[in-house]
Every structure is written in structure tokens, then in C-alpha cells.
DNA sequence: CATTCTTGTCGAAGCGCTTCGCGGAAGCGC
DNA sequence: GCGCTTCCGCGAAGCGCTTCGACAAGAATG
């Protein structure tokens, strides 16, 4: 740095400030600063740098590497808080905890290394959340806690998505429409996207005079396939079902096949908050409502971002997912006889 | 610390030097030290570390965030490498980056925050590496590249694998045994592992005086399904699948019930290279060759801090896949006519 | 007993930046 | 022409550590 002051004939102290630009500085002697940085390649060591103004320009992201989910889903939230991290000139980076081990998240806080931190797949009641905050660290959250007052959050609006699917089959003539939901265990644990997303469909569908039929489910295809089998003998009348289960929805695939139901002319399928990419790899071109991905993940960094900034802490919003009709529902055509 | 000082009635100099264990301390000195930090839940900062004795204490692992593979292997690699670097006393944090994106590595690299670079997924020439080893940091890679002298990297034994299960195969009576790769693209961009599979599973095969059969086939069941629909077609004769796909295996198995094959009965299904928990997720509990994955991950750190530590690099390992066998592999029971 | 090591500790000089206080040079009104 | 403010730039003091040279003791050596 005193290389390109010397080169620009200023003191060092005024490239540091073209630089962060906390004081004025002419535009000839930024022209020069700039001209000589260029010519000496010149880049700031990020590490002095955080050292002397307390700021890391560092984002981490509690990256949930215990469980089984599919990337695709996960990752483009990652992608969206990447490039909104970037167009800040912070830098992401993934802290690689289980959201089982809040003390290691501590650790990691307590190091500083980080000016905030973004929580994913967040549990009602999130023991990262204390974890995070204690240490004094700015935190959003990607999916909210029991309760969200008074701190950034950014989640998925499944109320209206629940809604719009059941719409969306009802005003096709189906009057069965199964949920398949995540697993038991996340139900039990209070997590969020299952608790609300069931009620949500109950509510939709009881606001139709519709019998709500739905069943917990295991994350992998072989859970989705037994569940879809077992839906369907107990309820052959079913001629729809809404699934919210990245991995499951391929076994509700082979289910429907196995069961001779032809999609969509017996049976239409709707998947909820999944990725353009798990609709991609689908049998058919799956009717489903997208999932917000990147678009959660540069919210919850511009969130961030504003209560480093000393601004006020945004509330939280819910993003809707939006309905992508393809070809795996369609107006009943067969007539079921209850 | 000068606080940890003053407590201990010592130099500062002197309790950074009890540690960093890089000079003698008596042991007299070194409890009134301990005792004075503990005293006063010191912790030191990394960043003033790092600036002062230009060693971050971090290591980066390049995180494929974009790309759809199932998150389980690939984390088991990561846990491994989590553990491997906290004992070490480094932190381990996930740079995302798509592969196809060195450039943003590069800079990544260049602001030297990381001591080192772990990089997964490693093409047969892959511009990951010049990348970061251009900015002047160690690099270790996970899986291996074009040339890997004098490099440290850390692979699968794929030619041991294919041979433990062409032999685990034909030791039952199969000799109508198919292969299942990865995708077209991947064996195209000379993607390590599918190349290698390949050719070791056609070498298995010609040695027994088998004939391989083999697919490639894209990462994901509806995919994984039509190409052994279409296998089973043009070669009824077979009565075994070897499959090095994770998202595939699923679609396999809905192509043989399909087919009313049952496996192990008419059909035996061995997977490759992949993790406990994938197999867990299959309908059967899966016959498979379990993937070295911790241990990859853990490898590829100690490599890595032998060359931050100034020690001769180290070789490159193949890790040896362990035969897992459940039951869906099982003898020939049926004779097939040709 | 003088000399050379060894061992344990200290003070001070950085690491590469940010930031604070200060002051010279314009620009302004009267 | 005088004080006044405003605009820019400078020097220096850190940020919280590591590390180097120096230096007392005591141990080992001849």
C-alpha cells in the first residue's frame, strides 16, 4: 500500500481512503491512487484489513452437511446469497455444523471471523440462534423461528403455495388430493415447513368441504413409493396429490406407475417449494410451485447486511413459490368411484 | 493477553509463546498461564494471528454448490476433513464455487484467507488447480487429476472396486453382468472416475471372458430407469447390475420391479462408491461397495498440512472401496436363455 | 574457577491496514 | 484584507497478535 502511495505521491493514509471512500477525495488524486494501483496489481490483504477496522467482510452460512437432503435445493439458496454477498463485496463463505451441534457454531462465532451469520433449515425453537447472537454476531434466518420479532428472517410463504396447489387442482375437477409431507421426525421436531405447509393444506382444503388426506414421509424415494402405495390402497378414490418431499417424489412416481395410474390422465402430481432442477429430472415435466431459492438467499444477505449497517433490522417476509404448470396435472378425466 | 500478562505476572511475549509452544516455557510458568487465561476466558483473536504470523489457521474446501448430486457422499468427504482439521487446530469453512468458475477461485485464493485449498470432484484437467496454486497456496485434491506427481491427492480405487464387484458378481454364477456409469458428459469431459470405472469394469470382465455391457447414464432416477429399461431390452440375458450412480440406483430399482424382476432373485443390483446412508435409503437393503468418503476428506487435510508444514509432499492415495454386502446381490437362480 | 552452553523470559519491532486529529489551501461574505 | 468555514490530504497511533534479538541465570565443560 505505501508502494502505490509513493507511485500516486500521496500519503498512505489517502489511498486507504480512496479506497474505503470514509473521506472525500479529489477525483485527480483518485485518479492517480487508482491509475497506481493498477499498475502495481495492488489488492488490500483482507486480514490486515479486519484486523484494523473490526469488519471481516465475511457472511457464513451454517451449511447443514449431517442429512441426506438433495443439494439442488439447498444450493441455490446458497447461489442467491453468494451473489448478493459478492455485489456487497463481502465474501460467503459455508461453516460446515450440524444443526445438532449449536456449541461448534459458538466456536466458530466466538473466533469472529465472520461479521455475521446466515442460519439455514431453522427449527422453531433453534438452539444456533443463541449460539450465534451470544457471541455477539449478527444473524438472519432462511426459514423462521417460534419466534421471529424483532430479527431478520426470510421463509417461504407455504400458506399461499399450499393454497395455490389445492387451487390449482380443485379448479380442475379434483376432489381427492393427497399430501405427501417431509418425515415424521420433522413434524415431531416442530420444524417449520412441515408444521405449516400440513395446516395449511387442512385449511384449503376445508374451505372447499374437502377431506384432507395426507402422510408423513421419509426424504428418499423408497419412502415416497411405500407411502404413495399405501395412500392408494387406503384411498383409491384419490386422483391428485401435492408432495413436498424433494426425494420422495420419485418414488411417487414408481408408486403411480406400479399402481397403473397414468399421470396426468389418472393421477395428477404437484410438487411444493422444490427446485427447477428436481423438477428437471422428473419422468415428465413436473407441475410444481418453485421454491424461492436464490432469491431467500440474497434477501437474507441483504438483511444481514442492513443490521451490520447499523440500520434498522427489516422484519421478515415470506416469499411465495410460484406454480410452474407442466405436464403431470390435468383436469380429471376418469370418473372414481368412491 | 497483555490482561493474561499482567495476571500471570509475565510478558506478553511470553504467553504467546506458551501458546504457541514455539519457544521453551518452564512448566511453573506455563500453569500461572493457563491458569490466568482461564481465569479470564481468553481467547485469541485469528485475525491479529493471522496478520502477524501470516498462517490464517484455515483451510478452504472448493464446494461444488452447483450441480445436483446427492449431498450425502459428498459430506461424508467433508466430516471427514472437518474432524481431520479440528484436531489439527484448523478451521475448515467451504469456499462455494462451481467448478466451471476458476476465476472466481482465483480471487478467492489470492486474498489468501486459507493457508489451503482442498479441491473434490477434481477433473482429469482441471484449471481449479492453477488457480489456486498461481496465488502461491498448497492445494490437495479429492479425486485426482491428469497429472498427479508431485501433488497430494486422495482417491477411490476404482479399478480395486469394479473388480471386487465383477468377482463378488461371478463368484455367484453371474456372467451377464451390466455396468451403469455416470453421465455421458462427465466420461466426455474425461471425468476421472467414470473413465477409470469404465475401464476397469471392461478389464474385469474380459479377464472371466465376459462380455461387459455398459451405459452411461445422467445423475438421477427417471434417468437411472430408462437406461436399464433400455438394457434390459436389448440384453435380457442379464442377471446382474453394477451401478456407480447414486440417484440412478433408485431409478434402477423401479425399472426391475417394471420388469417384474425381482431382485436378488432374478436380479442382482451392487452399488459403487457410494455412502451407508444412500444404501439405507434403497428399497432393499443394498449390496454396495461404501465409499472411503471420511476417510477422504481426512486424508486430504493431513496431506495438505504436511505441505503447509514444510514436509516432503506426501504420494497420492487410491482408498479402497469396502464390500458391503446385503441382499440384493445373491446367486443365479434362474438360468436365462441367450 | 573462568568459559561456554542451555534454558527461560523480556522488550520492542513489526504484520498491512484503518482512523483520528491536525493543518494548509481555497472559497466565502463583509 | 480579515476571519470564517469547507475541502483534502498528511502523519501517527493503533488493531491484537508473533517473533527476533538480548539477556540473566544456572548447568556443563575444561
Redesign the interface.
Known amino acids: 500500500m505505501q508502494d502505490v502511495a509513493d507511485l500516486a505521491h500521496v500519503s498512505l493514509s489517502t489511498v486507504s481512503y480512496t479506497l474505503t471512500g470514509k473521506r472525500p477525495v479529489s477525483a485527480a488524486t483518485r485518479a492517480r491512487v487508482e491509475q497506481a494501483m493498477a499498475q502495481l496489481d495492488f489488492?488490500r490483504?483482507?486480514?490486515?484489513r479486519?484486523?484494523a477496522s473490526r469488519r471481516?467482510h465475511?457472511l457464513?452460512l451454517a451449511?447443514p452437511?449431517?442429512?441426506?437432503?438433495?443439494?439442488?435445493t439447498?444450493?441455490e439458496i446458497?447461489?442467491g446469497a453468494?451473489e448478493a454477498a459478492r455485489e456487497a463485496e463481502y465474501?460467503?463463505?459455508?461453516?460446515?455444523v450440524s444443526s445438532s451441534e449449536p456449541e461448534v457454531l459458538r466456536e466458530?462465532a466466538?473466533?469472529?471471523?465472520a461479521d455475521g451469520v446466515l442460519l439455514m433449515e431453522v427449527a422453531l425453537d433453534d438452539p444456533r440462534i443463541e449460539a450465534v447472537e451470544s457471541q455477539g454476531l449478527a444473524c438472519a434466518l432462511i426459514g423462521r423461528s417460534a419466534d421471529p420479532a424483532d430479527r431478520v428472517w426470510v421463509d417461504i410463504d407455504f400458506e399461499e403455495s399450499l393454497e395455490v396447489a389445492v387451487d390449482h387442482l380443485a379448479g380442475q375437477g379434483h376432489t381427492h388430493i393427497a399430501f405427501v409431507n417431509r418425515s415424521q421426525a420433522d413434524l415431531d421436531a416442530g420444524y417449520g415447513p412441515s408444521v405449516r405447509a400440513l395446516r395449511a393444506y387442512e385449511e384449503s382444503m376445508a374451505q372447499r368441504g374437502l377431506t384432507p388426506v395426507s402422510t408423513p414421509c421419509d426424504v428418499?424415494?423408497?419412502?415416497g413409493?411405500r407411502a404413495t402405495t399405501a395412500l392408494l390402497a387406503e384411498h383409491p378414490e384419490l386422483t391428485a396429490v401435492i408432495v413436498m418431499n424433494e426425494?420422495a417424489l420419485?418414488?411417487v412416481?414408481?408408486a403411480l406407475?406400479?399402481a397403473g395410474r397414468s399421470v396426468p390422465r389418472d393421477m395428477s402430481v404437484v410438487g411444493i417449494a422444490i427446485s427447477g432442477?428436481?423438477s428437471d429430472?422428473?419422468?415428465h415435466p413436473l407441475t410444481y410451485l418453485a421454491a424461492p431459492g436464490p432469491d431467500q438467499g440474497r434477501r437474507a444477505v441483504h438483511g444481514l447486511l442492513e443490521v451490520l449497517g447499523g440500520r434498522p433490522a427489516p422484519a421478515g417476509v415470506n416469499l411465495p413459490c410460484s406454480l410452474q404448470v407442466r405436464e403431470t396435472s390435468g383436469p380429471v378425466t376418469r370418473l372414481t368411484t368412491p
Open positions: 489488492r490483504d483482507p486480514v490486515a479486519a484486523l471481516t465475511v457464513a451449511y452437511v449431517y442429512g441426506v437432503s438433495l443439494g439442488a439447498l444450493n446458497v447461489q453468494v465474501e460467503l463463505v459455508l461453516w460446515p466458530l466466538a473466533g469472529r471471523t428418499n424415494p423408497g419412502a413409493r426425494l420419485f418414488g412416481a414408481s406407475r406400479e432442477e428436481i429430472m422428473y419422468d
